[in-house]
């Protein structure tokens, strides 16, 4: 045990004095920094930006939520399910759902493979107490689907700030 803090201990110095131990060799010259400065161009070229599409869009895939009524322990939940109106066979729907009137999380999902123009088996979780839709706010949904080819598509929506990120693994 004494050896392995030794040497945590060794290449953490290590580590440390050589992020320390930068040198500055001659103090720049301001006329020589505006002679560098002219021999770039004024305008450079600008790079064009591809901006990809999603994949799939999230109203493609709408979700259609119910708050039940308590069961007779008084627990509230809530029941969902969605339709596939993309191309592709869904195998797994995942959204995370904030409780605003206990102020916690919950999520709601479904492995179940949707084949394209079907809809989901229902699937639930607790819902808010109060039973007010307004009480419930959905802010991540996580997809998988499998394309043409065989690879899958695995695709994250981020409602609160408004963005997607996806991969796609290949078989």
């Excluded at 004095?17 to 920094?33: L, R």
Aim: aromatic letters at 8%; one cysteine or more.
């Amino acid at each position: 045990m004494k050896k392995l803090v030794l040497l945590t201990f060794m290449v953490l110095a290590l580590v440390l004095s050589g992020c320390s131990a930068a040198e500055v060799d001659e103090p720049v010259d301001v006329a020589e920094a505006e002679d560098i400065s002219e021999e770039i161009p004024e305008e450079p070229e600008e790079l064009e930006e591809e901006e990809e599409e999603i994949p799939i869009h999230p109203d493609q895939i709408p979700w259609d939520i119910n708050i039940l009524e308590p069961n007779s322990i008084g627990s509230v939940y809530m029941e969902a399910t969605f339709t596939n109106n993309t191309d592709y066979p869904i195998t797994r729907y995942h959204m995370k759902v904030h409780l605003k009137d206990k102020n916690d999380t919950t999520y709601l999902t479904s492995h179940d493979t949707v084949m394209p123009g079907e809809t989901s088996p229902i699937f639930d979780s607790f819902g808010p107490e109060t039973m007010d839709p307004n009480d419930y706010e959905v802010l991540t949904l996580a997809v998988r689907a499998i394309l043409d080819n065989g690879d899958e598509l695995d695709i994250e929506y981020d409602f609160k700030l408004g963005q997607a990120y996806w991969d796609i693994y290949e078989k």
